[in-house]
């Protein structure tokens, strides 16, 4: 079965540029989350997508986006880049999402790498 | 959202030694899991534990759950250099929203 894959694995950007990037859920997963990470802050919330809409957003600038289709495949966008937007960017997918407290595992994909110079 | 406190925030011990790392909460945690992430990779599941006091065990790995469900604490026994990475504690909000602790990066030397 195949794992959740993220595209592109690296990138770099400059200043003011906007940025996409992809994810792919593993097959019958129709929650997709999307996390940064950083050195400083850690592991961050950004937003969770299930059938197509967005459920939950996290403490982030409006610069960053989201979208999910009807394959449950999901892009993020982050508009207008600046330099602290550099992190390593992790898409999660779980067949299933709960309104109440979750134990469920999310599978994470590898990350996508931004570099924002 | 409560916050998630890891503590030590670094360690670097040899093979074979043991050592514990911890992650705590002001606030009473629903269920906690622990997820491990090596270099390159996102992370992966550990454990996920549920009731106050449960203790799991994962091969050389311990987990705890405080009784109070304030606290919780990963043991890892023989430790071998196949277990370096960063350690995870998160809280699994509703809706697959993860608080994610600060992390533990283990360095296990040969």
């Known amino acids: 079965k195949a794992g959740v894959t993220q595209t592109p694995r690296y990138l770099i950007k400059t200043r003011g540029q906007q940025v996409t990037l992809s994810c792919s859920p593993i097959?019958?997963?129709?929650?997709v989350s999307w996390y940064q990470q950083t050195p400083g802050q850690g592991l961050q919330f950004l937003f969770e997508y299930f059938s197509e809409t967005q459920r939950n957003k996290g403490n982030f600038p409006g610069r960053f986006s989201g979208r999910q289709f009807s394959n449950s495949r999901s892009e993020m966008n982050v508009s207008t880049l600046e330099l602290g937007d550099s992190a390593l960017y992790l898409c999660?997918?779980?067949?299933?999402?709960?309104?109440?407290?979750?134990?469920?595992?999310?599978?994470f994909g590898e990350g996508s790498r931004l570099t924002v110079l | 959202t409560q916050l998630l406190e890891q503590s030590p925030q670094f360690l670097s011990i040899q093979e074979g030694e043991n050592l514990t790392v911890y992650c705590n909460s002001s606030s009473v945690f629903s269920s906690l899991q622990w997820y491990r992430q090596e270099p390159g990779e996102g992370p992966v599941l550990l454990v996920t534990v549920v009731t106050g006091g449960e203790v799991k065990k994962l091969k050389r790995l311990t987990f705890q759950f405080g009784d109070a469900r304030k606290d919780s604490s990963l043991h890892i026994t023989a430790a071998q250099p196949g277990d370096t990475g960063l350690y995870l504690c998160a809280e699994n909000n509703a809706g697959n929203m993860l608080t994610f602790g600060g992390g533990t990066r283990l360095m296990v030397k040969p």
């Open positions: 999660a997918s779980s067949p299933l999402r709960f309104m109440r407290q979750n134990t469920g595992e999310l599978f």
């Open positions: 097959s019958g997963h129709r929650s």
